[in-house]
């Protein structure tokens, strides 16, 4: 029989980066010498110290419901970590902790979204604001970035976007896939326009913050415009900068009253998030920040390598991110080629078929993330397989020219 499947639940889509890592998993299983370079994750460990606090915290019978908004100690090692880098004046009842930052993404769009609200998502996206945003009864509004621009949210473009109805605007520094980090000007620009219309409120995502190549930290809007902490909600978390997206760790810190109702939400759906991993989490954030940098100098040569190799792929033009551990690549000039298998290339998914079936390289396709014809190729993968991935799509690039007739 059937099963009573929803209307809301028939129109989400699976995340393409989750189905990604599945489709990987299972290709290797099956025998396959795939080289995965979808990887949305560090492929680093934990620390040790941060493993150590947990354990000693299971060990001391830490091991039971915590409040929902999280334990007291997070909340304040949060609170303290905005209040030192960012200068924001934020309190533990600023502070709700869920199971990574995705949660809190998810509870926030359920706490505040009425059907028929819009919230402005810039493209390219992280592929689950827009799902997210609808399944609540929200309207993704899509405002596209230009690759010449980095892809930026620009002023114009998102005046142009509010309307009566807009909710929310995401705006995720740096970005997920581009890698694209905004400046402070840049940042006080999108910040005048938000205050010439005051029912709009700002969700910045700042789940990358650490992994930013030029500087220690990227800028958040909150702190270049405090004035906007009022109608915003800061996303961040644990997963990316400590090597730590198993534990489900992550935080939204905002005005008290949409906390609360955030924590109302996370009270009946997980309770709380595991009591290990918030101990795990409070020493990430309290203890030695060496492991940040090591991890950030490890993406850097990974990074550089990568753009040095493509430099010698005809028809794919690969500039190095600000930040994050993502190249977003064109591959327009690929279009219309021919594999050697006698296909046309017509569409940026079917290059990255082309990549997984010819080359035994997985990337993500553009469409995916809200803006063709590029391709998400993740140097979160150790060096060897970020330089033989590398190598195979240059090789495939190659194997393109040559196969498509000459006209
Ligand atoms: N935001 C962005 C932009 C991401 O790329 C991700 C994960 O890939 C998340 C949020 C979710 O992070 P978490 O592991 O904390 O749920």
Redesign the pocket.
Known sequence: MAAPIAQRALKLKPSA?IAAKKLVSDLQAAGHQIIDLTI?EPDIETPAHIVDAAMAAARAGDTHYTASAGTAALRDAVARRMASEKKLAVKAENVAVGC????L?YEAFAATLDDGDEVIVPAPY?VSYPDIASLHGGVPVFVDGDGENEFKLTPDALEAAITERTRWLVL?TPN?PTGTIYAREELLALAAVLRRHPHVWVMT?E??EYLCYEGDRALSLIEVAPSLFERALIIN?V?KAYAM?GWRI?YAIGPKALVDVIVKMLSQSTTCPSSVSQAAAVAALDGDQACVTYARDLYLKRRDRMVELLADAPGICAKAPAGAFYLYVSVAELLGLTTPEGKVLQSDLDVSLYFLEHAKVAVLDGSAYGMSPYLRLSFAASMEAVEEGSRRIVEACKQLSDATPRS
């Open positions: 980066s949305g990574g930052a995705k949660q993404i992280w995720n997920n995502d789940i990358y978390g997963s997206t992550g």
